[in-house]
């Protein structure tokens, strides 16, 4: 089974500023199967990047995603306050496993 | 645009089953993968399994004994059944539509596209 750790755990940072969030596989997954996710408090989770760097439909260019093989990055590229949430990669496989996640919040 | 609308007792006692059902509206249930997510208070998302709209399954392996999802064409819905829960089981649940290809041998995904708003399950006697 492919466990996923997402670093860091919580991301302190302000509106504007560039957040970078790292999502590491156990064993090498296949950039097409790996997708971010973000979850604002009270709500379902929304679907960002699919395929490791191709955004969802009607998700804005600041977010971005990137890598292969065990390392993979989501990047906002300057935070809007409306960005401040949980974000959590995924791997669909054998057994769709979630990372963590990482808080992004308001310094 | 599609919907998904979870619905299902709200309190399970430990050791029953808990049973819950997804509708789908806006859309058919036909071509893609249902899955259930389920989220503990305060902690992070746990996958639980897909069902394709033609009936295959696969689970968390960490589940399998006790999940099953079954999928109903013609009402438009999909279904969970989780047995022998305990207190752990305590979660909000999710139903999400999985989008998953396979084009000449080549499988490509895209993610789970449309949530539903999720249901609170508390387990306890």
């Known amino acids: 089974e492919i466990v996923l750790t997402q670093s860091p755990g919580t991301l302190s940072l302000s509106p504007g500023e560039r957040a970078t969030l790292s999502c590491r596989a156990s064993?090498?997954?296949?950039?097409?199967?790996l997708a971010w996710y973000q979850q604002k408090p009270g709500q379902a989770p929304r679907l960002l990047i699919y395929g490791a760097s191709s955004r969802a439909t009607g998700i804005p260019d600041r977010f971005s995603g990137s890598g292969s093989g065990t390392d993979f990055t989501l990047t906002i590229s300057r935070l809007e306050p409306e960005d401040f949430a949980v974000y959590y990669c995924?791997?669909?496989?054998?057994?769709?496993?979630f990372g963590q996640g990482t808080k992004v919040e308001i310094k | 645009q599609v919907q998904l609308q979870e619905s299902g007792p709200g309190l399970v006692k430990p050791s029953e089953t808990l049973s819950l059902t997804c509708t789908v509206s806006?859309?058919?249930?036909?071509?893609?993968?249902w899955s259930w997510i389920r989220q503990p208070p305060g902690k992070g998302l746990e996958w639980i399994g897909y069902?394709?709209?033609?009936?295959?399954?696969n689970y968390n392996p960490s589940l399998k004994s006790r999940v099953t999802i079954s999928v109903d064409t013609s009402k438009n819905q999909f279904s969970l059944k989780l047995s022998s829960v305990t207190a752990a089981d305590t979660a909000v649940y999710y139903c999400?539509?999985?989008?998953?290809?396979?084009?000449?041998?080549?499988?490509?995904?895209?993610?789970?596209?449309?949530w539903g708003q999720g249901t609170t399950v508390t387990v306890s006697s």
């Open positions: 999400a539509r999985e989008v998953v290809t396979m084009v000449r041998g080549v499988t490509y995904y895209y993610g789970m596209d449309v």
């Open positions: 995924q791997q669909y496989g054998s057994s769709g496993t």
């Open positions: 064993q090498s997954v296949s950039s097409s199967y």
């Open positions: 069902i394709y709209y033609s009936g295959s399954t």
């Open positions: 806006g859309g058919s249930i036909s071509s893609y993968y």
